[in-house]
């Protein structure tokens, strides 16, 4: 398996002059080094690659013992372009993914273990939290049925924690492949359950504190919750 961080962004409405991964946090780490030993806890961290774009040197420096994957067009792309530039470098393995301005709770990797075990694709959820501007998720016959911000009557949200099993990453890819330049990757996770009939569980994480940073705001509650 392996693991992929997806930093490329430019983070414009955190209003950093530097990769919002880097964004210092109330427990003396960055966002991205609370994630990095959160994951570490649980896996090695040979398997970490970070895709890149905003700035990359800087984040390149800080973390010189990570693999690097470079999105060149990060300022007019979203995250399915840096994530499938990822997943063609790891077209045969399973691949966990996490946004990369998402802070959690470290026991929450335990809660994802079995479903890595088993090989089955998913989407870690909070079934506690329904804002109108996250991703949302509805479910058909126990799997995903539907996975964006404009879901209505969403059971929770998506937190930005995701795993693709090798038996499915090939579809997946294609699925990338065919979103456009501004599409987040839950598009692509949409178009593989209505064209591939992808089965994507969702784990639900909500005992745990899980939470990304857009906002100022989110980052005044993410320095409370740690």
């Known amino acids: 398996m392996k693991i992929i961080i997806l930093a490329a962004g430019i983070g414009s409405r955190l ?35 970070v895709v890149v774009g905003f700035k990359k040197d800087i984040i390149m420096e800080r973390f010189p013992e990570l693999t690097y994957i470079y999105n060149p067009f990060f300022d007019i792309t979203n995250t399915s372009k840096s994530l499938l530039k990822a997943l063609k470098k790891h077209k045969d393995e399973s691949v966990l993914w996490f946004n990369g301005d998402v802070v959690f709770d470290q026991k929450l990797l335990s809660i994802l273990q079995p479903a890595i075990q088993e090989n089955t694709s998913f989407v870690a959820v909070n079934t506690n939290r329904v804002a109108e501007e996250e991703v949302k998720y509805t479910l058909k016959n126990g799997y995903v049925n539907a996975l964006s911000k404009e879901v209505e009557n969403g059971l929770g949200e998506a937190v930005g924690i995701n795993y693709i099993a090798s038996k499915d990453i090939k579809y997946f890819i294609e699925r990338l492949e065919q979103c456009d330049a501004n599409d987040y990757f839950e598009k692509g996770l949409e178009l593989a359950i209505e064209k591939d009939n992808l089965k994507l569980s969702a784990i639900d994480i909500s005992k745990y504190n899980c939470m990304e940073v857009d906002f100022v705001e989110d980052l005044a509650a993410v320095n409370k919750l740690f």
């Open 15 to 49: 209003g950093n002059p530097f990769p919002k991964p880097l964004t210092p946090l109330n427990n003396g780490k960055t966002i991205m080094q609370t994630q990095i030993d959160n994951i570490s806890a649980y896996f090695d961290v040979d398997s970490i690659s």
